[in-house]
């Protein structure tokens, strides 16, 4: 698959958004308020990680990197240039975030919720990109469940990791958030497969049929995807509920395998 770099992408910047998510909730509780401010630096450094390797994973993408520069010109007409705006707004505030936490000691609040902001505006676009095209697998809302779902999921991973916080009631909402993103997916996998079926069935439309083919030739993998992620979502709740790290981290993991997989087989297909 040529497309390596577009999974990386899509996968860190969602899981970046769903991460400062997650600390911006946990800013305005007792177990992160300013006066432990030096226990955010690492959660939020994280954030800034992921955002900025999957910036960075996009451009290599383009062929000519310079090209990202020439993206920014169609904001009016082009959902492309909106994600490139929108996911570098989001990392320039994570960043000033960061530095305001390095210099100052102490969170500065009000600019993580605008963070969280762009990002899910990001995320919104970037489902645009793809729902607009010509590959019928990707035009279907389920495109749009899935990325905010990998927001939830990876966010909720990865808040778990970097936050020290296996005891907070907070975690135990990201369990939850983890849980309803499973399941939201799932059930939209309903209509996504019966829409699937008729669109294949058309005599109307040419340009289905190499997705579709493409698309039922992965269905071991996606199956598979989809296995992990009801298993590792039942593991990371059975650890967050018992806070214990040990089954944080297996669950963790089998989900983010799960997103791997599934996040291969909806760029295999086109």
Not at 127 to 138: D, F, K
Not at 173 to 181: K, M, T
Not at 211 to 220: E, K, Q, S, V
Not at 241 to 262: C, D, H, K, P, T
Request: hydrophobic fraction near 60%.
């Amino acid at each position: 698959m040529h497309e390596w770099p577009l999974l990386i992408f899509t996968l860190l910047l969602q899981g970046a958004v769903g991460l400062t998510l997650f600390l911006s909730l946990a800013c305005g509780g007792d177990k992160f308020a300013p006066s432990t401010a030096r226990r955010m630096r690492l959660p939020l450094f994280s954030a800034c990680v992921l955002a900025g390797v999957g910036l960075l994973a996009s451009v290599f993408h383009l062929g000519y990197p310079l090209n990202a520069f020439n993206a920014l010109r169609h904001l009016s007409s082009s959902w492309l240039s909106r994600e490139i705006l929108f996911a570098s707004l989001f990392l320039a505030c994570l960043g000033v975030s960061f530095l305001a936490l390095l210099c100052k000691l102490k969170v500065v609040k009000g600019l993580l919720p605008i963070a969280v902001l762009l990002g899910l505006i990001d995320v919104f676009c970037m489902s645009e990109i793809y729902m607009r095209t010509s590959v019928v697998t990707w035009t279907h809302f389920n495109t749009l469940v899935m990325f905010y779902g990998s927001v939830a999921i990876v966010g909720g991973v990865m808040f778990s990791v970097v936050s020290g916080a296996h005891k907070s009631g907070l975690l135990r909402w990201a369990a939850g958030a983890i849980v309803a993103a499973v399941l939201a997916r799932l059930l939209t996998q309903i209509p996504y497969m019966t829409w699937l079926a008729d669109v294949g069935l058309s005599d109307a439309l040419t340009f289905p049929h190499q997705p579709l083919t493409a698309f039922r030739a992965l269905a071991d993998c996606r199956l598979a995807g989809w296995i992990l992620s009801v298993i590792g979502a039942v593991i990371f709740v059975c650890g967050a509920v018992r806070a214990q790290r040990g089954w944080l981290f297996i669950g963790g993991v089998v989900l983010l395998v799960a997103e791997v997989l599934l996040r291969f087989v909806f760029f295999s297909i086109h």
